[in-house]
């Protein structure tokens, strides 16, 4: 079955430190891995997507994720961090095959606070 | 402008009384799908639609119904609401068949149940 781990529940970081977040997924086949970031009392939006070719993809917001297959694991970076980055983020797998073709599984998130 | 509406944002209800919180998007997209959140539990699938007229359940659809009679709406109905469905509800679309990609979310419904 297809699942999404996020091992950090909250994790805290000063302004102009690197940030990385952990997502691990359990899928059958290659699947497509997003990074979603929600503000408080927004709604969701696309930070990156991988599906295909090179393992190392770029996002908004200075963001990027690094796809390893061997680790099952899709982290999101980023080299120093603004206050405005403060918020929730979600790592999502979709499915890319079978029968759940279209659906998309998100972790538990990980909430992010920046300290200035 | 392409996107999702729900509506209402905001709603307050008694247990037991029905209520449709409405979803419409305007990109002629096959796929939608409703899940909630709640907090430490990330984002888990209520139902979902491949198209119209076809629906499916995801993870916790107890509680629920939905309906696909038209390919631009899909309203959740929660035909007797208990406190244990108060969440925050998302609406999404997308092109069918991509994996997850182009979901296209709406801006959430936040529902208590009292």
């Known amino acids: 079955a297809q699942s999404v781990t996020q091992p950090d529940i909250h994790i805290t970081v000063s302004e102009g430190a690197s940030l990385e977040l952990r997502c691990n997924y359990s899928y059958g086949a290659t699947p497509y891995l997003f990074w979603y970031v929600q503000s408080p009392g927004q709604g969701l939006q696309l930070l990156l997507k991988?599906?295909?070719?090179?393992?190392l993809v770029q996002g908004i917001k200075g963001f990027e994720a690094e796809f390893k297959r061997s680790q099952s694991s899709f982290n999101l970076r980023k080299p120093s961090v603004h206050w405005s980055d403060a918020a929730e983020y979600f790592c999502?797998?979709?499915?890319?095959?079978?029968?759940?073709?279209?659906?998309?599984?998100f972790g538990r998130g990980t909430q992010l606070t920046v300290w200035p | 402008e392409a996107q999702v509406t729900q509506n209402p944002r905001y709603l307050i209800t008694v247990t037991g009384k029905k209520l449709t919180v409405t979803c419409s998007q305007n990109m002629n997209h096959e796929y939608m799908s409703w899940y909630r959140q709640d907090p430490g539990l990330g984002l888990r699938q209520i139902y979902y639609s491949m198209n119209v007229e076809v629906t499916d359940k995801g993870d916790v659809p107890e509680g629920y119904k939905v309906s696909r009679k038209e390919k631009r709406n899909f309203p959740l109905i929660l035909e007797s609401p208990s406190p244990n469905q108060t969440s925050l509800y998302f609406c999404?679309?997308?092109?069918w068949g991509r994996g997850g990609d182009g979901y296209t979310f709406g801006s959430g419904t936040r529902l208590t149940v009292v």
């Open positions: 991988y599906f295909s070719g090179d393992t």
């Open positions: 999502a797998v979709g499915a890319s095959r079978g029968s759940t073709l279209g659906r998309l599984y």
């Open positions: 999404a679309s997308s092109l």
